[in-house]
């Protein structure tokens, strides 16, 4: 059974940082795989905020781009997300996801198989 546990959440004032980590379990044998973050904000639907796959290729969500940074360490098999410079409109419940294989649609929710219960991000002004 793949399992996904998120962690580093919190509450941090903006312009502040923080880094979730995403432990992953099961398994993935030799095949390829892609990882991604997620975030859905109060009452908002859920949205990609970076992925990565096996070869380290990120993409991110125009909002995020130079303040977040993704990586993955494959030997202990987490995926990171690191966030600068954090804003209120940061705050949301943030999921961490996985699937087989790589997609040309990367930050699309549909596109993962696997979910994580997800790390609340709280960023007051």
């Known amino acids: 059974q793949v399992q996904l546990v998120e962690s580093g959440g919190g509450s941090v004032q903006a312009g502040g940082s923080l880094r979730l980590s995403c432990a992953a379990s099961?398994?993935?044998?030799?095949?390829?795989?892609?990882m991604g973050w997620f975030r859905q904000p109060p009452v908002k639907e859920r949205e990609g905020v970076a992925t990565?796959?096996?070869?380290?290729?990120?993409s991110y969500r125009d909002s995020v781009k130079g303040r977040f940074t993704v990586s993955r360490d494959n030997a202990k098999n987490t995926l990171y997300l690191q966030m600068n410079s954090l804003k209120p409109e940061d705050t949301a419940m943030y999921y961490c996801?996985?699937?087989?294989?790589?997609?040309?649609?990367?930050?699309?929710?549909?596109?993962?198989?696997?979910w994580g219960q997800g790390t609340q991000v709280t960023v007051s002004s």
């Open positions: 990565i796959d096996s070869d380290g290729s990120t």
């Open positions: 099961g398994f993935f044998g030799s095949r390829r795989y892609s």
């Open positions: 996801a996985t699937r087989w294989g790589v997609t040309a649609q990367p930050l699309l929710q549909s596109e993962y198989d696997y």
